[in-house]
């Protein structure tokens, strides 16, 4: 399995995150930045999680579908259900799962 580093939010701007991930997989490396905009992250997790967590899963998401080679090295993070349409479902059923085995 990969190990993703997600380097907080770099962002200087009020309405969006930014962060430089790292995935590391076979002793290779790749390096991406990520946007998210802050009404699409309260789109997809409703504050249930932190931006940092919602870059780790969609990442965990493309890794399953793709090599980390494959990942745009900087993109917003709505242009991946624009690849994967199936995207916002998961995330959103992902983190349901999660909050609710939180609570329990």
Request: charged share 35%.
């Amino acid at each position: 399995m990969a190990e993703i580093n997600v380097n907080g939010n770099k962002s200087s701007s009020g309405d969006l995150f930014v962060f430089d991930i790292e995935v590391v997989e076979n002793d290779t490396k790749t390096a991406h930045t990520v946007e998210v905009g802050k009404s699409y992250y309260e789109k997809l997790t409703s504050g249930k999680i932190t931006p940092e967590e919602l870059v780790r899963k969609s990442f965990e998401f493309l890794l399953k579908r793709e090599p980390k080679e494959s990942i745009l090295k900087e993109f917003n993070i709505t242009k991946i259900s624009y690849y994967f349409p199936e995207y916002e479902e998961e995330i959103a059923n992902s983190i349901s799962l999660k909050y609710e085995e939180e609570k329990s």
